[in-house]
């Protein structure tokens, strides 16, 4: 079924009966990407919450120089949308396009928030991922000040070995705030030495 | 009564029964801290949640090189804790100290997880304020992406004119990730200068 892996999701953390998740199923539609094809581009309005089905998507923002900066990827099981743009009606500051042909789950932020309003239960999966989302960019922040670039790297691999084997190394330099150039000396570094000497010590 | 303001904050996203309200207030008690008092030092476990009655606090990073970062302020309305000790149950990263004499309303962990399992209305509350500042956490990220030291610097001002009247200038220095001997120079020539030549341009 389309929408199991969804529904799986949502399951983790919030119990709904069988009768709200056929009437949540009924909000929600497919909507397919090709390799390369943006789902939404900065300055638009992010009218829509995404799941990912399949595929592979990065979210980047285009500074005045023509530089992306990349701020997040997502894979089957991950949400995307502009957070920023959703949740203060503002135009979105991002660009998020698709790094491998995708098939997304979406529903509308209009038809979300009233059922949100009618089936508060689901308020608690939302709350958790928020939750744990907010923890997640303080320990990014913490690691910015606290790692120096080997060891932000050493980290990226052990914690996402997903996103590490299927997302193009430039873009995970880019998301890690190096430049090209010094990302191949720390991956060239990296090859020659044994990964297990790099202590993990966050130990998250 | 002393958790006017919690419950007046709490009635902003959530519908909660006067019965509910009552035995939320039941698992509240009062904390005070003198100036200079920690609330939290890194290390430690976040056990409670933290609602400002009154006074102002900073969360901050201790560098292995002895320098502090802050990451947070907090006055009187906003919560305070470690979300990233609190959510992954790992000692804390941080530490929280008040910069003026403190009251707070807390709530420990457990207290509040199991209230939150018995009245989802208050999910509401939660997941509105997590998305709100994921929101926000999404806009400083592309902010130090797009603006420049000045600029960051006059929509702080802005944006927070509370934070910027009680908070030390050296703290918000760091917050906004200058060294003191550049937010000085940035300083002098915003006193300088026509505030409102400065464009907000990102019109948040």
Chains 1, 2 share one sequence.
């Not at 873009?171 to 990964?195: C, Q, V, W």
Request: aromatic share 14%.
């Amino acid at each position: 079924m389309k929408f199991e892996n969804f529904l799986a999701t949502i399951r983790r953390h919030a119990q709904l009966t069988e009768a709200e998740e056929k009437r949540l199923c009924s909000l929600l539609t497919i909507k397919t990407l090709k390799r390369k094809e943006f789902l939404i581009r900065s300055g638009e309005d992010a009218r829509h919450e995404y799941f990912v089905n399949k595929g592979c998507l990065r979210t980047y923002y285009l500074d005045h120089k023509g530089v992306e900066h990349n701020t997040y990827f997502a894979v089957e099981g991950y949400w995307v949308s502009d957070i920023y743009s959703r949740t203060f009606n503002a135009p979105t500051l991002c660009n998020i396009v698709a790094l491998e042909d995708c098939e997304l789950v979406h529903i509308s932020n209009i038809a979300l928030e009233s059922f949100l309003e009618e089936v508060p239960a689901l308020e608690r999966f939302f709350r958790i991922s928020y939750q744990n989302s907010l923890a997640t960019v303080h320990l990014k922040q913490i690691q910015l000040l606290s790692m120096n670039g080997m060891e932000r790297y050493h980290y990226f691999r052990k914690k996402y070995p997903e996103l590490d084997r299927r997302i193009p190394q430039k873009h995970i330099a880019s998301y890690l705030g190096f430049t090209p150039e010094f990302f191949n000396t720390i991956r060239s570094k990296a090859m020659r030495a044994d990964a297990d000497t790099f202590s993990d010590y966050l130990g998250a």
